[in-house]
């Protein structure tokens, strides 16, 4: 059984575009993170949704959005897609957080071309 | 900015060997740390974790050790195996910061059969 699912798996995109990707966890966490991976493996925060009210903010421009329709899922749309944008994006889920694990899901890998 | 990083970006070990994966860190207020495996194509799996009022912890086939005095931990892998292979991610949670969690850059593991 998938604890953590992202879709799309792969997504490629023009430079200018808008897209969102998806991640749904079916462990009845209360806590859901959104992770950039750039190409050198550096592994960032960008949001959190602790009960779906956001949490952690990171520095990240407002051209990403997150949003979180229920506390399964947290979903991540970004506008004007910029070539800088390219890496990979990983969901995370966690029940609670200090000392309570985080699962991540498989990752997004992302491509602006 | 970034507070953790690893002194070795890369470790190449022969199979039934040990391995240590070192990490720095430079936040004194950082009370939580973690240790992530990440294989490729797949996101970064939880190993075992450490609290600053512990100095070791083990787990099975590894152990964790944290030196506050120098601001250091350690990942000790017992009888490395081609499994093992895997980027190794040190992580930290300052206290205060109850979701957000900080990693370092990573090192490569590869182990040769």
């Known amino acids: 059984d998938t604890a953590v699912s992202q879709t799309p798996k792969y997504l490629v995109t023009q430079m200018g575009n808008d897209k969102s990707i998806k991640c749904e966890q079916n462990l009845g966490h209360d806590t859901m993170y959104w992770y950039k991976q750039d190409s050198k493996k550096f592994l960032k925060i960008m949001f959190s949704y602790n009960n779906k009210e956001l949490i952690i903010n990171e520095t990240v421009p407002n051209r990403f959005s997150p949003k979180s329709p229920d506390k399964a899922h947290l979903n991540l749309h970004i506008n004007s897609l910029e070539l800088g944008d390219s890496a990979v994006y990983f969901c995370?889920?966690?029940?609670?957080?200090?000392?309570?694990?985080?699962?991540f899901g498989p990752g997004t890998r992302l491509t602006v071309l | 900015g970034e507070s953790v990083g690893l002194h070795l970006p890369t470790l190449s070990v022969q199979e039934g060997d040990n391995s240590i994966i070192n990490c720095a860190y430079s936040?004194?207020?950082?009370?939580?740390f973690i240790w992530y495996k990440q294989e490729s194509g797949k996101g970064p799996q939880f190993i075992i974790d450490?609290?600053?009022?512990?100095d070791k912890r083990q787990g099975q086939r590894v152990t964790v050790l944290l030196n506050k005095t120098v601001k250091h931990l350690s990942l000790q892998i017992a009888a490395t195996q081609p499994g093992d292979s895997a980027v190794y991610f040190c992580?930290?949670?300052?206290?205060?910061?109850?979701?957000?969690?900080?990693f370092g850059k990573g090192t490569l593991l590869t182990v040769n059969p």
């Open positions: 450490i609290r600053s009022n512990m």
């Open positions: 992580a930290e949670n300052m206290m205060g910061s109850n979701y957000k969690l900080t």
């Open positions: 936040n004194s207020a950082s009370d939580y």
């Open positions: 995370a889920s966690s029940q609670g957080g200090r000392g309570n694990e985080q699962f």
